[in-house]
């Protein structure tokens, strides 16, 4: 009896020292990721230091040690919150406004063969046009401001959002839909149970890419016809050729939407994780 | 031992599930099956037994209420089948847990769905999953379950709720021969438990002799039928483990795969004077 307690033990303290080596070389390969990244900013911005003002003209891309004070002087003056603010408020508008939408409509033509017949040629048409060709045609109908931005960060989403979910319930198995049927699901049951969970890893794929287009959209109706924003940031400075202003800007936007990535990938980890433990749907 | 001619002896101790001259087919198609009259008496195990393509499948779908024929009768308990049978349990050769809910939550989704309450769910799905040894997978989801888990996670789920028939297509033909072994002990076991109804289908003569009261061979198309009926003399407390090693059980596989040859043959044959 002691042996086998001593087995254990062993056994245990075993598969503690594998977990903590396996735990070492993983924050080892970490650090020297993260230094390696550290270091390609580094020298970007020491190469970017060099060559303004030299090689290139330092009205075209300014340089980091005028970029990287404005930046600062942004933020501690309120400029970058209160732009920033107002760019993100629009794109979530957006992005609440077309997704939803999007979902909707997908869900419904997803289900309904008769009507995607009818409507999705329609749909599919509409989407082959450039949405920012369609700016002009917004500032008629709800003129400048942040209306603006969230009627062409909802268009842009609309169709990211409706072709995911009209395809992922298409998409979903027959014998899932059948399986519930059988056992007394109803065809909201069917909807809210097999089909819409199954199209989730496609919203979700949807979801990633318009999260950052909405952004955009806001953007560059921001730049467009905008008097306050991020994109008016950058074209107001761009159009004074204050080229560490337009950086400034720019790094926010950058900055803003690394942050949006990270976030979605959190966001979207736990929704799909029968995914990744190898389930099919 | 074999039968030469159908008889109908699910009728007789009652029938749940039962087919009239039937024909069944799809689009502008000929008919797959043709004249067919079969039925399954309450408690019994009938496989049908028959070669790929043969219609087998047809009928289980049938009987789920999945497919309409384009003649004859289609019966359950007594009334007519019209749209899908949720009096079935259905368990299909393809993995139909969701894999986006645990172990538990796909074996209760049936009671979910028929307005059970919480703790009537959960005492059901705990008896099931212990009937099935599937106790300590509860929480997991199906994708980190092996093979014979989740085959015996479908089997909780298809029995929960006691459908007065299970229907069976192929359950276990993805499985190894010793997980497959397995399954049919723990199949025979639960159903002998809940006096459950069964209608198997595979084209594997062993497991068709081991786990069946009755096996009806298709076979004879296109468009096929019932080609010969043979009931199967083992009782209902076989013991698997030692059964597969007797000369009565061999010769049961022996006339079996006779029947299964001659339907196969007259199948290939019709088929070619097509």
Known sequence: MTDAALTTTESINMTQTRALRIRRSRNKRRALVVSIQVAIVVVGLVVWEAVSGRLVPELLISRPSKVLPLFWEWIVDGTLLVNAAGTFRSALLGLLLGGVLGMVVGAILGQAKLLAEIFEPFITALYTMPKHALIPLFIMWVGIGSALGIVTSAVIVFFLVFFNTFFGIKDVRQELVNSVRIMGGSAWEVMWRVRLPSALIWVVAALKLAVPQSVVGVVVAEMLAGDSGLGYLVSHNAGLFNSAGTFSALLALLIAGYLIDRLMTWATKKPLEWKNSGGIA | ?274
């Open chain 2, 1 to 274: 031992m074999a039968r030469s001619a159908v008889q109908d002896v699910g009728e007789a101790h009652g029938a749940i599930f039962e087919v009239r001259d039937l024909s069944v087919g799809f689009g502008d198609g000929d008919d797959v099956l043709a004249g067919v009259d079969m039925s399954i008496g309450e408690g019994e195990f009938l496989t049908l037994l028959g070669p790929s393509g043969c219609g087998k499948t047809t009928i289980m779908n049938l009987a789920a209420g999945l497919l309409q024929p384009r003649s004859g009768r289609v019966m359950f308990a007594g009334k007519e089948i019209r749209g899908v049978n949720t009096s079935v349990g259905y368990m299909t050769q393809d993995d139909t847990l969701l894999p986006w809910q645990s172990v538990r939550k796909n074996v209760g989704l049936p009671l979910k769905l028929r307005g059970a309450s919480k703790s009537e769910i959960a005492e059901k799905v705990d008896y099931y999953l212990a009937l099935l040894d599937l106790a300590g997978a509860g929480e997991k989801l199906p994708g980190q379950l092996s093979g014979g888990m989740r085959r015996r996670a479908l089997l909780a789920r298809s029995m929960i709720y006691e459908p007065r028939l299970l229907l069976m297509d192929e359950p276990f033909a993805a499985l190894d021969a010793q997980l497959r072994h397995q399954m049919h002990i723990e199949l025979r076991r639960t159903i002998a438990q809940l006096g459950q109804t069964v209608l198997f289908i595979t084209h594997d003569i062993s497991e068709a002799a081991k786990l069946s009261d009755r096996v009806l061979i298709i076979g004879g198309g296109p468009p096929g039928g019932i080609v010969t009926e043979y009931p199967i003399p083992f009782g209902a407390d076989r013991d698997l483990d030692t059964l597969r090693y007797t000369d009565e059980y061999s010769a049961v596989e022996r006339e079996l795969d006779s029947a299964l040859h001659g339907a196969r043959s007259a199948r290939a044959s019709r088929g070619e004077n097509r």
